[in-house]
T-cell receptor, first 112, second 109 residues
């Protein structure tokens, strides 16, 4: 079974803090994604990566950056957390060509 | 116009009935179509994928695709209370996947 893990299930941070969210997958998938999910807005793509050290902006990249130094690990960074970044953050991975995405359990981030 | 549209529901069906969930999409170049199930407080789980016109069956689930009408549906036969969840339709016109906002399904015992 594909396993995608995320570093924290719940996280509380203060405004202005730098926040790191980690995602690891064990299926040797090339593609990895970061989404946020908010009520009424659905899943919105923040960044994705199709290879090590490669990254592409999604639909809402402002205020975020990413890092992919190893194939299995994709990190999301909030450079200076703000209250409007309070959300559920979901990481996903997929094999090439098929776009079937497998999600991690999610991190519920609260920024105070 | 949203790229992937679903009725938000809630859709309520009695136990044992067929639940029918619908989705329309705007990009005619889309090639891959998916249904995900998401329980409250949990992450989405892939339940069906479909790539060509017609029906695809997997157990109690049937996905239907009509590219000419830009329409995807999911039928759940013999609905169970454990099927109560939000169902997300997802469409891949290329590398990215676009998700609908989801339809909430309640199956009444």
């Amino acid at each position: 079974d594909v396993k995608v893990t995320q570093s924290s299930r719940y996280l509380v941070k203060r405004t202005g803090e730098k926040v790191f969210l980690e995602c690891v997958q064990d299926m040797d998938h090339e593609n990895m994604f970061w989404y946020r999910q908010d009520p009424g807005l659905g899943l919105r793509l923040i960044y994705f990566s199709y290879d090590v050290k490669m990254k592409e902006k999604g639909d809402i990249p402002e205020g975020y950056s990413v890092s992919r130094e190893k194939k299995e690990r994709f990190s999301l960074i909030l450079e200076s957390a703000s209250t409007n970044q309070t959300s559920m953050y979901l990481c996903a991975s997929s094999p090439p060509f098929y776009n079937e995405q497998f999600f991690g359990p999610g991190t519920r981030l609260t920024v105070l | 116009q949203k790229e992937v549209e679903q009725n938000s529901g809630p859709l309520s069906v009695p136990e044992g009935a067929i639940a029918s969930l619908n989705c329309t999409y705007s990009d005619r170049g889309s090639q891959s179509f998916f249904w995900y199930r998401q329980y409250s407080g949990k992450s989405p789980e892939l339940i069906m994928s479909i790539y060509s016109n017609g029906d695809k069956e997997d157990g109690r689930f049937t996905a239907q695709l009509n590219k000419a009408s830009q329409y995807v549906s999911l039928l759940i036969r013999d609905s169970q209370p454990s099927d109560s969840a939000t169902y997300l339709c997802a469409v891949s016109p290329g590398f990215k996947t676009i998700f609908g906002a989801g339809t909430r399904l309640f199956v009444k015992a």
